[in-house]
Protein backbone atom coordinates (compact mmCIF):
# COMPACT_ATOMS: atom_id res chain seq x y z
CA UNK A 1 0.00 0.00 0.00
CA UNK A 2 2.22 2.69 -1.22
CA UNK A 3 0.57 6.25 -0.11
CA UNK A 4 3.15 8.61 -1.75
CA UNK A 5 3.71 7.38 -5.72
CA UNK A 6 6.23 8.86 -8.16
CA UNK A 7 4.95 7.23 -11.48
CA UNK A 8 8.23 8.62 -13.64
CA UNK A 9 11.90 6.95 -12.65
CA UNK A 10 13.87 9.31 -15.11
CA UNK A 11 13.26 12.72 -16.23
CA UNK A 12 15.44 14.18 -18.59
CA UNK A 13 15.43 17.56 -19.11
CA UNK A 14 17.76 20.47 -21.73
CA UNK A 15 19.62 23.05 -20.09
CA UNK A 16 17.35 26.72 -19.47
CA UNK A 17 13.79 24.64 -20.25
CA UNK A 18 11.31 23.98 -17.60
CA UNK A 19 11.68 20.33 -14.90
CA UNK A 20 8.09 19.32 -14.23
CA UNK A 21 8.18 16.34 -10.99
CA UNK A 22 4.97 14.56 -10.41
CA UNK A 23 3.68 12.76 -7.22
CA UNK A 24 0.24 11.50 -6.47
CA UNK A 25 -0.90 10.89 -2.79
CA UNK A 26 -3.65 8.54 -1.42
CA UNK A 27 -3.55 10.09 2.41
CA UNK A 28 -6.12 13.26 2.50
CA UNK A 29 -4.89 13.70 6.08
CA UNK A 30 -1.24 14.59 4.99
CA UNK A 31 -0.36 17.71 6.62
CA UNK A 32 2.63 18.72 4.80
CA UNK A 33 4.05 18.11 0.97
CA UNK A 34 7.97 18.19 1.22
CA UNK A 35 10.30 17.27 -1.82
CA UNK A 36 13.75 16.01 -1.50
CA UNK A 37 16.76 16.71 -3.84
CA UNK A 38 19.46 13.12 -2.99
CA UNK A 39 22.78 13.12 -4.69
CA UNK A 40 24.83 9.86 -4.84
CA UNK A 41 26.42 8.39 -1.60
CA UNK A 42 24.45 11.50 0.61
CA UNK A 43 21.62 11.94 2.16
CA UNK A 44 18.60 13.36 0.96
CA UNK A 45 18.53 17.29 1.41
CA UNK A 46 14.93 19.36 2.00
CA UNK A 47 14.31 21.40 -0.73
CA UNK A 48 10.54 22.80 -0.40
CA UNK A 49 7.62 22.18 1.31
CA UNK A 50 4.03 23.06 1.21
CA UNK A 51 1.24 22.95 3.47
CA UNK A 52 -2.08 21.36 2.87
CA UNK A 53 -3.98 24.42 3.25
CA UNK A 54 -1.67 26.32 0.40
CA UNK A 55 -1.84 25.28 -3.20
CA UNK A 56 1.23 27.23 -4.35
CA UNK A 57 4.43 27.77 -2.88
CA UNK A 58 7.68 29.20 -4.72
CA UNK A 59 11.61 29.64 -3.67
CA UNK A 60 13.77 31.14 -6.32
CA UNK A 61 13.87 28.73 -9.26
CA UNK A 62 11.57 25.86 -7.46
CA UNK A 63 7.62 26.07 -7.10
CA UNK A 64 5.56 23.33 -5.89
CA UNK A 65 2.05 23.07 -6.96
CA UNK A 66 -0.81 21.10 -4.84
CA UNK A 67 -4.06 20.23 -6.03
CA UNK A 68 -5.85 18.65 -3.21
CA UNK A 69 -8.71 17.59 -5.16
CA UNK A 70 -6.67 15.50 -7.31
CA UNK A 71 -4.17 14.27 -4.63
CA UNK A 72 -1.59 15.61 -6.96
CA UNK A 73 1.35 17.57 -6.27
CA UNK A 74 4.23 19.19 -8.75
CA UNK A 75 7.56 20.38 -8.27
CA UNK A 76 8.46 22.82 -11.47
CA UNK A 77 12.23 23.90 -11.82
CA UNK A 78 12.99 26.70 -14.11
CA UNK A 79 15.42 27.37 -15.49
CA UNK A 80 16.58 24.13 -14.90
CA UNK A 81 20.41 24.20 -14.21
CA UNK A 82 22.58 20.92 -14.46
CA UNK A 83 23.19 20.93 -11.23
CA UNK A 84 20.16 19.80 -10.54
CA UNK A 85 20.51 16.61 -12.01
CA UNK A 86 19.71 14.26 -8.89
CA UNK A 87 17.10 12.40 -7.69
CA UNK A 88 13.68 13.84 -6.40
CA UNK A 89 12.04 12.15 -3.85
CA UNK A 90 8.20 13.72 -3.20
CA UNK A 91 7.80 13.08 0.65
CA UNK A 92 4.18 13.44 3.31
CA UNK A 93 3.90 14.22 6.31
CA UNK A 94 1.24 12.94 8.69
CA UNK A 95 1.60 13.31 12.74
CA UNK A 96 5.32 12.39 13.23
CA UNK A 97 7.00 10.85 10.37
CA UNK A 98 7.50 11.26 6.97
CA UNK A 99 6.55 8.54 4.19
CA UNK A 100 8.55 8.96 0.87
CA UNK A 101 7.59 8.30 -2.60
CA UNK A 102 10.17 5.82 -4.87
CA UNK A 103 11.81 8.88 -6.32
CA UNK A 104 12.43 10.48 -9.71
CA UNK A 105 15.78 10.97 -11.20
CA UNK A 106 16.41 14.52 -13.24
CA UNK A 107 19.19 14.86 -15.58
CA UNK A 108 19.63 18.22 -17.00
CA UNK A 109 21.76 18.19 -19.91
CA UNK A 110 23.25 21.38 -21.61
CA UNK B 1 27.79 19.07 15.27
CA UNK B 2 26.23 21.12 12.69
CA UNK B 3 24.90 17.61 10.69
CA UNK B 4 23.22 14.43 11.70
CA UNK B 5 27.07 11.89 11.46
CA UNK B 6 26.51 8.32 10.82
CA UNK B 7 28.86 5.51 11.27
CA UNK B 8 30.47 3.46 9.45
CA UNK B 9 29.88 4.97 6.12
CA UNK B 10 29.96 1.19 4.46
CA UNK B 11 29.84 -2.27 6.03
CA UNK B 12 30.01 -5.47 4.75
CA UNK B 13 28.87 -8.30 6.99
CA UNK B 14 28.38 -12.00 6.01
CA UNK B 15 25.21 -13.49 6.07
CA UNK B 16 24.24 -14.03 9.92
CA UNK B 17 26.62 -12.02 11.32
CA UNK B 18 25.43 -9.04 13.52
CA UNK B 19 25.67 -5.82 12.60
CA UNK B 20 25.61 -2.26 14.43
CA UNK B 21 24.97 1.09 13.05
CA UNK B 22 25.75 4.48 14.63
CA UNK B 23 23.81 7.93 14.43
CA UNK B 24 25.04 10.98 15.86
CA UNK B 25 21.72 13.39 14.84
CA UNK B 26 22.15 17.13 15.42
CA UNK B 27 22.65 18.54 19.45
CA UNK B 28 19.31 19.07 20.75
CA UNK B 29 16.97 17.84 18.17
CA UNK B 30 14.75 15.62 20.05
CA UNK B 31 13.24 13.97 17.31
CA UNK B 32 15.40 10.75 15.54
CA UNK B 33 14.21 8.88 13.15
CA UNK B 34 15.81 5.66 11.09
CA UNK B 35 14.72 4.70 7.37
CA UNK B 36 15.83 2.01 5.02
CA UNK B 37 16.65 2.88 1.56
CA UNK B 38 16.77 -0.40 -1.18
CA UNK B 39 18.36 0.25 -4.50
CA UNK B 40 15.93 1.78 -7.07
CA UNK B 41 13.82 2.73 -3.68
CA UNK B 42 12.35 5.81 -2.25
CA UNK B 43 13.56 5.74 2.14
CA UNK B 44 11.40 3.65 3.73
CA UNK B 45 10.19 4.26 7.59
CA UNK B 46 11.50 2.10 10.51
CA UNK B 47 11.37 3.24 13.72
CA UNK B 48 11.26 6.53 15.39
CA UNK B 49 12.31 8.03 18.92
CA UNK B 50 10.96 10.85 20.70
CA UNK B 51 14.61 11.58 23.70
CA UNK B 52 14.97 8.23 24.48
CA UNK B 53 11.89 6.64 24.10
CA UNK B 54 11.09 5.05 20.99
CA UNK B 55 7.57 6.02 20.14
CA UNK B 56 6.70 3.99 16.86
CA UNK B 57 8.82 0.71 15.45
CA UNK B 58 6.00 -0.18 13.12
CA UNK B 59 8.20 -0.79 10.13
CA UNK B 60 10.68 -2.74 11.61
CA UNK B 61 10.56 -5.16 9.24
CA UNK B 62 11.22 -7.91 11.67
CA UNK B 63 12.40 -9.09 15.35
CA UNK B 64 16.05 -9.27 13.94
CA UNK B 65 16.20 -5.33 14.04
CA UNK B 66 16.49 -3.25 17.20
CA UNK B 67 17.38 -0.01 17.83
CA UNK B 68 17.92 2.14 20.93
CA UNK B 69 18.76 5.62 22.02
CA UNK B 70 19.30 5.68 25.65
CA UNK B 71 20.32 8.85 26.45
CA UNK B 72 18.22 10.96 24.26
CA UNK B 73 20.86 11.40 21.77
CA UNK B 74 23.22 9.03 19.55
CA UNK B 75 20.73 5.92 18.80
CA UNK B 76 22.04 2.55 17.26
CA UNK B 77 20.28 0.29 14.82
CA UNK B 78 21.42 -3.37 15.38
CA UNK B 79 20.60 -6.43 12.88
CA UNK B 80 20.57 -9.79 14.39
CA UNK B 81 21.52 -12.46 11.88
CA UNK B 82 21.98 -10.38 8.40
CA UNK B 83 20.46 -11.63 5.38
CA UNK B 84 20.88 -10.64 2.01
CA UNK B 85 17.81 -8.97 2.12
CA UNK B 86 18.76 -6.37 4.67
CA UNK B 87 21.48 -5.25 1.46
CA UNK B 88 20.28 -1.15 1.58
CA UNK B 89 21.32 2.00 3.11
CA UNK B 90 20.08 3.04 6.12
CA UNK B 91 19.53 6.94 6.51
CA UNK B 92 19.09 8.35 10.23
CA UNK B 93 17.66 12.02 10.18
CA UNK B 94 16.68 14.29 13.57
CA UNK B 95 14.26 17.22 14.00
CA UNK B 96 13.91 19.63 16.57
CA UNK B 97 10.85 17.90 17.70
CA UNK B 98 7.43 16.32 17.40
CA UNK B 99 5.77 18.18 14.49
CA UNK B 100 8.31 19.52 12.66
CA UNK B 101 9.26 18.21 9.52
CA UNK B 102 12.18 19.87 8.63
CA UNK B 103 14.12 16.75 9.12
CA UNK B 104 17.77 16.70 8.31
CA UNK B 105 19.58 13.01 7.07
CA UNK B 106 22.62 11.67 7.46
CA UNK B 107 24.58 10.29 4.73
CA UNK B 108 24.24 6.52 5.66
CA UNK B 109 25.56 3.63 5.96
CA UNK B 110 25.75 1.22 2.99
CA UNK B 111 24.88 -2.50 4.25
CA UNK B 112 25.91 -5.17 1.82
CA UNK B 113 25.32 -8.73 3.43
CA UNK B 114 26.99 -11.22 1.37
Known amino acids: DQQVKQNSPSLSVQEGRISILNCDYT??????FLWYKKYPAEGPTFLIS?????DKNEDGRFTVFLNKSAKHLSLHIVPSQPGDSAVYFCAAFNTDKLIFGTGTRLQVFP | GAGVSQSPRYKVAKRGQDVALRCDPISGHVSLFWYQQALGQGPEFLTYFQNEAQLDKSGLPSDRFFAERPEGSVSTLKIQRTQQEDSAVYLC????????????FGSGTRLTVV
Open chain 1, 27 to 32: NSMFDY
Open chain 1, 50 to 54: ISSIK
Open chain 2, 93 to 104: ASSPGPGSYGYT
